[in-house]
C-alpha cells in the first residue's frame, strides 16, 4: 500500500508561516512557576501516599493473608480484611478531600493574584485612540453582533 502525503496550496503554508505565535506571559511569570512546582509537589506526594496504602494492602494480602484473613469475633465469617478494604475508600475519600480543600483555598487565591495583572491589556485602537480590553468578561457592544467566547488557560503541572 502506497502512502501519499497531501497536497497543500501555496498560499495556506504561507500564510501559516507568516502567523505570529504569541505565547502566555503567565507561563513565564515566576509566582505562576513556583505554584506550579507547589501543587505538583504536593499531589506527587499524595499520590505516593495512595500508592503506599494500596500496595500494603495488595503485599499483605499476597504474602500474609492470614492475617487479613482473621476474624474478626470468632464464630463469625467476618474478618479484619472487610475493615481494611472499606479503610482504602475512606483513605482514598480523604486524600481527595484534603487535595480539593487545598485547591479551592491555597491555590484557587494564589491564581487569582496571578490572573489579576493579567487580566487588562491597554494599547491603542485602529483610529489611533486608547482603549482596554478586558477579558475577564463581557462589556458593552455597539452592535448585536457581539460574541462571547470564554477560554481557560491551559498549563501542563
Known sequence: MEHIAPAYSSDASEA???????????????????????????????????????FTFILTLAFSPDLLGRPITEGLPATWGIPVGFGMFVVTFLLVAVYVFRA???????????????????????????????????????????????VGIRHKF
Open 16 to 54: 501559516s508561516a507568516s502567523r505570529a505565535v504569541v505565547a502566555n506571559s503567565i507561563l513565564d511569570d515566576p509566582r505562576f512557576q513556583t505554584l506550579v512546582h507547589r501543587r505538583r509537589t504536593f499531589s506527587w506526594s499524595l499520590t505516593a501516599l495512595m500508592l503506599t496504602v494500596y
Open 104 to 150: 479551592n483555598t491555597a491555590y484557587d487565591s494564589a491564581i487569582s493574584e496571578i490572573k489579576h495583572g493579567f487580566e487588562k491589556a491597554s494599547g491603542t485602537d485602529c483610529l489611533g485612540q486608547s482603549t482596554v480590553a478586558q477579558i475577564t468578561g463581557l462589556t458593552p457592544s455597539t452592535t448585536d453582533e457581539q460574541l462571547c467566547v470564554r
